[in-house]
């Protein structure tokens, strides 16, 4: 390595933006900004390669110290200051900055260079005693809670303390949580910005300030932040004093505020995207601190998206890559029912939107224990910080008393799509009791409450949601979406009301109808319970012969909902034993490879039977209606090639009967679920009696990992800890593993047959990054539940878009 | 088809030996036999291509009626009768035969063509009323039990519906059941042969018998077999009579046994192996029916291919290929304690040999029933029938009060390797009563009986049981095997004892030796329940502590024996549940897919820490004694790289420790189960971490056919029956979706590590065919049960013959 670090200051940089890797976002934003002509405080940056050089070697590279020394030479020119100088003592900041934002994760020391002498020469400098001896407790106690020991005397030293300590905080544990969760390398590593100090509390005409270039919450076009007069920029974020709004600041502060108008547009044209800006006002003279891409909510990415392709800023491609198909989730998520009157218990920050209901809790760790239970959680505290995270991932909202909306409870729960209301002031949080007051009310550990992080309201109990309202700009966001990508969308769906709904939301089909779900009703369940229990063919075909009317009427109405559209239906999968637990013979060991399936087809084929005359004769009724019905009949865990030729031919003449008996003809498919993995390696053997095929990649996860989803929870969350798998396989697919014999297995079947329909109707479906590699190995189409439609939607046009680059 | 038959007769035959798939075992023997000179009735066989063509069409095929009366035309010519001719009327039988013997499973008519009108004739030139009589009864009823019709007056439909009917009898469920159960393909078809009728119930001058070559019980080299006087064959291989010995016949009729001896001679010169040969005498004249490969016990087997290397009439490498590695299996089945004094209660014929001690059950339908409990049965019968076969197959052992040597139960029994004491005449078997009476004596169903095959002994109550001897002529053909084998043998041991079992039987290695099952023991489980209990990781290390001696005491002993050899120790494998059932929270849904193998080792990693220390400290002991080790550490369930990267590196860490601190130097590795798909198919990624591969197959099989081996039975058998599977995937290898997917393992390791150790521990380990699979995929060994050792030994031999040509 011969560059260790980066200068810039005084309108030019040794970086740019597009060094973002090696600088960091914080570090290539400033040196951005000075190449833009902008003012921000000389400075420079350690680059994330000494960082990770100072993690395998535990020192610093042999060049560095030199490096360091030609860096702050550097800032000492352009300002007339001398590093460690009794007299014009030179002061800088020493932060963190990854290639990815991690707000809050990683540590900051403030003031380096203060000791014993050169704080007076700040005091003389600035003629201000009290400032000077403000900034240098300020830096004692920065240095002592980051570093962990006294500050030293020698301001080199302090220094190089500092940086040390910013490179360890990449390892916290908080900071590793916090990477797991987002999917980020350890190989990253942290830059580190050292930078001369400008004061935000030098008096009434200092402050500092955060803002955004456009609402991150709603998307609309208008100069939005916070800032506070008199203050350094960690009291923002901290959340300790809450802030005012800019607004505020065109009358305060006009001048700067003009600058900073002029400041934050041309940032804006220049990074095309809505940015993120940190800045300060030291004796009226404007500093910029920041400029990153601004976190935003799902609303506000399409919003901005839709908006910046209108003002010709990016091309609709671009827009589609700009919002991430995870956040569209939110979109989706419920909102509080209009009709209902709200009790408002207390009113805080509208700091990220939707609707969530949950019983609070008053920690991360609580959080994480209900949540483990499958309870719904509201995570509630005084104020969050980094090591909450993992209770904020768990939990489905969360209520802080202190704190605006840059608060690092806002900041996280936007980035993770989660409810939100800030500095909610009314509230007194006891942890120690379990409980919080609002006036007279108190709420304990357990109760239930309800946010509404669009109004900022809370309220007592469990209220009534319904599903959002979708924007102008979502559908011509999701119509570009539709325009780019090849896959088609179907819907996992087992009524006609889901189906309804996954056809608003844009389903193309039905990639996966369970009918053994039909069964569990109540007036059906005792009928199957009977017909399991029959002890000769004849019971059980007259018990079959009364569930079949019932499963004829579920098919009339998915049937007539989806006309013209195709429904791929799965005849009964699971063992026998789920519909009559109390049944002792039933009971299997490994129930999950066990009898079920087409197996259960072969053994009992009179409920196939059944089923495969249900469908026809529903599809034959409609299609005398003049109803356009494309059943698509599909074998679950096939693995030989003996189960689908048989089924097929028990299918294809219950079929050909009732088509005979009705006069009608229905263009129907017969297919396989590919769940098990001798299935997918001999795709070839089984693709001549198929006419379609559709991966489970539930099952065939479990087979081919020999997981079991129901006990894999017990040691799944200790590998992703210790790296040994990057994210939990039944959410996305296990590319590797899972993912090549996939890969075989369209290769197989498209040798047999070129032009075979082949989708997904796992939870995968609905998985952006599976969605991704689905395009990529050439399937017809995914299927997922109607919430997850619009995201494949998009995350199909965008896999696309990526994978045709 | 241009020949629908094959005559042969007076010294000429238009098939031969070579002929077999065509014309049939019993078709192309008859052809030889008049190839070679000898007397055989004059005939014609119906080759299988008709008896598939009439499957296929049901009907013969067009050139067949033609071909049928120029058949019937060259016997007529020969004999100088003529088939239908009231004066002198030609008689026939319809035998089926198919290319593998089927012992009773098809039908057979005898006197075809009689009718009232031409059995005066045949009264005539016989000159024997009562037999022309008794042959036309004879005739109605077997046409009428088989043919299921009254017999008609024309012999041309006799003998169309003769033969439809031994085409039809290849459908019958017991012959599917039979090919089933010996793997034939139902493609093959039977032959069906139609001949001239001999007599050898024409007075004391006629006579009927079957003989074996060499003694098929012993493989002595004496001239073996039984004969009844005035009998048709059909009461020697019914049972029904109990026939006399052969030297008996040397004294009866001379002048016959003198030319049979003869032709013995020359038929197993000619063959070159013992044969099976049928025989009618009439009124003093000898005449061959038969000639087949004999069937013999595996002891015969042996000596007999010993002997014939001897002899000079076959070569070592032929010797090989004339046992089948199952066989192996009957010598080393336990023999009755010689200790024991016995109390027999009744004797019977030695038919099968071996030691069998069982529960008494009257019907194949209860012991199948019963052995479905995991009851070892005995199956006691009056005499056998085809129809028993599913009884017989999964008894210990078969006891007849009927029938001979020769005898359905006892061809059947030695075929199958059941030990089998027939033509008990003492015994009185009322099935209705479900018991036996001897004497005074009353066996229920449900008593415990012991039966010695090699004796003919039957006693109430459980003997106990030895293994057999091994004889001279054992050690020196597996001698034989040795010296052509490429595969290691190993042996699945977990115990000292197992291992010195395995080394008489010539293991050369231990390939899996389970650690879990020395903590079952008494004074170790309770300790073991101790460690799971445990809710600290300090006092699990506190009860590890205590598991260690143990663990260690366990590893000298077996080390101890093994000297010199590989031993292949498996880390703790199943899930902790096994060990403390009561512990609710240990309960999982699919445990075969739960927190078991690495996924142990991963979270609780101080358990395989102990584990390999147990390992090396006990090494390291021995070591110190110059006693050589070579410990093979073997990590369970691996599927993904980073397991067995991060289980090698503690593995290692340990090893390397003891070492130290011991001083001592031992060569060990580390390695990796195949168990899982995803192991299999990302070799190339887990083989840089492992020095070998053993593949657990029963693992792999469940995992890639997604069945549980606990709960398949259910329809495992039903697949069987409807072809859907060609045999238990648990028994032989599934070649094309778990064999393809081991080849795929071997090429992707090897890509790696080209000389990587790859080898096989389960129960496929030991099953011949599996064996020969595992040659031809490059396996360095396999591993088995130590009493299936010799027979992996000869297996390994033949898949090396077979693999090479």
């Known amino acids: ?66 490096q360091l020394r030609t860096g702050l030479s550097h800032i000492e020119t352009i300002l007339g200051l001398t590093f460690g100088d ?185 990074y095309r995207d809505m940015q993120d800006i940190e800045f300060t006002v030291q004796k009226g003279k404007l500093w910029m601190l920041q400029t990153r891409r601004g976190q935003r909510t799902a609303h506000a990415a399409v919003k901005i998206a839709v908006d910046m392709v209108a003002e010709g800023l ?53 959080a994480v224990k209900w949540s483990e239970k499958k309870e719904a959680v509201i995570l509630v505290r005084t104020e969050t910080a980094a090591e909450d995270i993992h209770g904020m991932h768990v939990a489905q909202g969360i209520l802080t008393a202190h704190g605006g909306q840059t608060s690092h409870a806002a900041v996280v729960a936007r980035g993770m799509g989660k409810v939100c209301v800030a500095g909610c002031g009314q509230l007194d949080v006891d942890e120690e009791k379990k409980q919080f007051r609002v006036g007279k009310t108190i709420v304990k550990e357990g109760d239930w409450i309800t946010l509404d992080g669009t109004w ?6 469990k209220l009534e949601t319904i599903a959002s309202k979708l924007s102008k700009e979502f559908h011509t966001f999701m119509g570009w979406a539709d325009g780019h990508r090849k896959l088609k969308i179907r819907t996992n769906a087992d009524t006609a009301a889901d ?19 039909m069964f569990f009703e109540e007036g059906r369940i005792e009928v199957m319970q009977e017909m399991i229990a029959a002890d000769s063919k004849e019971a059980r075909k007259n018990a079959l012969a009364k569930l079949k009317p019932m499963q004829k009427k579920d098919f009339l109405e998915i049937f007539r909902v989806m006309q013209g559209l195709p429904v791929t239906i799965r005849l009964l999968d699971p063992p026998l034993h789920e519909f009559a637990p109390h049944v002792e013979a039933l009971r299997e060991t490994n129930p999950m490879l066990g009898h079920r399936g087409c197996r259960l087809g072969i053994t009992y084929p009179e409920i196939y039977e059944m089923q495969v005359e249900a469908i026809m004769e529903a599809a034959c009724e409609l299609a005398r209606e003049k109803i356009s019905v494309m059943p698509e009949i599909e074998i679950p865990l096939v693995g030989l090639a003996g189960e689908i030729r048989l089924l097929r031919e028990l299918c294809k ?103 075979m329909e082949i989708g997904i109707c796992g939870e995968h479906g609905g998985d952006p990054a599976s969605i991704e590699f689905c395009d990529e190995i050439g399937l017809d189409y995914v299927s997922c539940s109607p919430f997850r439609v619009p995201i494949a939607r998009l995350a199909s046009a965008r896999a696309r878009l990526k994978n045709v680059k």
């Open 1 to 66: 390595m011969t560059n260790a670090i980066y200068t810039f200051g005084e309108g030019r940089a040794e970086g740019s933006a597009a060094m973002k890797d090696l600088l960091g976002g914080k570090g290539a934003g400033l040196a951005e900004m000075c190449r833009l002509g902008l003012p921000v405080p000389p400075g420079f940056t350690v680059t994330t390669e000494v960082c990770n050089f100072f993690h395998q070697h535990k020192k610093f590279p042999d060049v560095f110290e030199k």
């Open 314 to 366: 990016i091309t609709k491609e671009e827009a589609l890559l700009r919002v991430e198909p995870a956040q569209i989730d939110q979109l989706l998520h419920p909102m509080i029912s209009p009709r209902i009157k709200r009790k408002v218990l207390a009113k805080g920050l509208p700091a990220s939107p939707g609707a969530a209901v949950g019983r609070v809790v008053f920690t991360a760790e609580e």
């Open 499 to 517: 189906c309804r709904r996954a056809l608003e939301y844009g389903a193309e089909g039905v990639g996966l109808c369970r009918t053994e779900h």
């Open 653 to 755: 003449t219950v079929c050909e009967r009732v088509m005979q008996s009705t006069g009608q003809k229905i263009e129907y498919k017969i297919g396989s679920m590919i769940e098990v993995p001798r299935a997918a390696f001999r795709a070839d053997a089984i693709a001549p009696y198929a006419d379609f095929f559709s991966f489970g990649t539930n099952d065939l996860t479990q087979t081919t990992l020999g997981i079991s989803r129901d006990d894999g929870f017990k040691f799944l969350s200790e590998y992703e800890q210790k790296g040994l798998v990057h994210s939990d396989p039944f959410q996305t697919i296990d590319f590797e593993g899972v993912g090549e014999l996939m890969k075989v297995c369209v290769k197989k079947a498209r040798q047999i047959k070129p032009d």
């Open 456 to 461: 900022g309201d809370v309220m007592v109990g």
């Open 86 to 270: 009794a007299a014009k003592p030179l002061l800088v900041s020493v932060r963190s900055g990854a290639r990815a934002s991690m707000p809050g994760m990683m540590d900051t020391i403030l003031n380096l260079g203060l000791n014993e002498e050169t704080v007076k020469g700040l005091a003389d400098r600035s003629k201000n005693k009290p400032f000077a001896q403000e900034s240098f407790e300020r830096l004692k106690k920065m240095f002592g809670d980051v570093v962990g020991k006294p500050l030293p005397h020698d301001p080199m030293e302090q220094l190089l303390e500092a940086i040390q300590a910013v490179f360890n905080s990449w390892d916290s544990p908080r900071a590793i949580e916090y990477r797991r969760i987002h999917h980020i390398p350890a190989d990253w590593g942290t830059a580190c910005n050292i930078q001369a100090m400008v004061f935000g509390n030098m008096g009434e005409d200092s402050a500092t300030g955060v803002a955004f270039t456009r609402d991150p919450s709603t998307g609309e076009k208008f100069f939005f932040g916070e800032y506070l007069i008199n203050a350094q920029g960690e009291d923002v974020v901290a959340g300790i004093r809450t802030p005012e709004s800019l607004d505020q600041m065109r009358q305060t502060l006009p001048q700067c505020y003009q600058k900073l108008t002029d400041i934050y547009k041309k940032l804006e044209k220049h």
